[in-house]
C-alpha cells in the first residue's frame, strides 16, 4: 500500500505562483510514476503532469506547459508541482497519483494509488 497526502494548495491571484506537494508513505517510493491531476467543478479529471522514477523523464498537458514544473525528492519521499503564472482556469482540486509501472501515463486509469486532493483557487 502506498499513503499519498498532498498539501500547499490555496487562494491565489492569476499571475501568482503555488508549489503543491505530495507525500508518500508505505512502498518504495521512488519505483513509481508519480503524477498530478486535476479536477474542476463540473469537469472531468484531466491530466496535468507526470514523472518518472527511471531517468526523471516528464510530460506535461499543453494547457500546462511552460508554466507547471514537476519535480520529485526520492529522499524525502515526496513529488512537487511548481505552478507559476497561474489563470482562473487553474481553478481545481489537484490529486497526485503513483503509477507502479513507471510510466509517463496520461490517463488515470492505470495509477494504483490516488491522495485526497488540494484545493487550489485562482481569482481574476
Known amino acids: 500500500q502506498v499513503q499519498l497526502v498532498e498539501s500547499g494548495g490555496g487562494l491565489v491571484q492569476a499571475g501568482g505562483s503555488l508549489r503543491l506537494s505530495c507525500a508518500a508513505s508505505?512502498?518504495?517510493?521512488?519505483?513509481?510514476?508519480m503524477a498530478w491531476f486535476r479536477q474542476a467543478p463540473g469537469k472531468e479529471r484531466e491530466f496535468v503532469a507526470v514523472?518518472?522514477?527511471?531517468?526523471?523523464?516528464?510530460r506535461y498537458a499543453e494547457s500546462v506547459k511552460g508554466r507547471f514544473t514537476i519535480s520529485r525528492d526520492n529522499a524525502k519521499n515526496t513529488v512537487y508541482l511548481q505552478m507559476n503564472s497561474l489563470k482562473p482556469e487553474d481553478t481545481a482540486v489537484y490529486y497526485c497519483?503513483?503509477?507502479?509501472?513507471?510510466?509517463?501515463?496520461?490517463?488515470?486509469?492505470?495509477?494504483?494509488?490516488w491522495g485526497q486532493g488540494t484545493q487550489v483557487t485562482v481569482s481574476s
Open positions: 497519483a503513483a503509477d507502479f509501472a513507471d510510466q509517463l501515463t496520461v490517463v488515470g486509469g492505470p495509477y494504483d494509488y
Open positions: 514523472i518518472r522514477w527511471r531517468g526523471g523523464s516528464t
Open positions: 508505505g512502498r518504495t517510493f521512488s519505483s513509481y510514476a
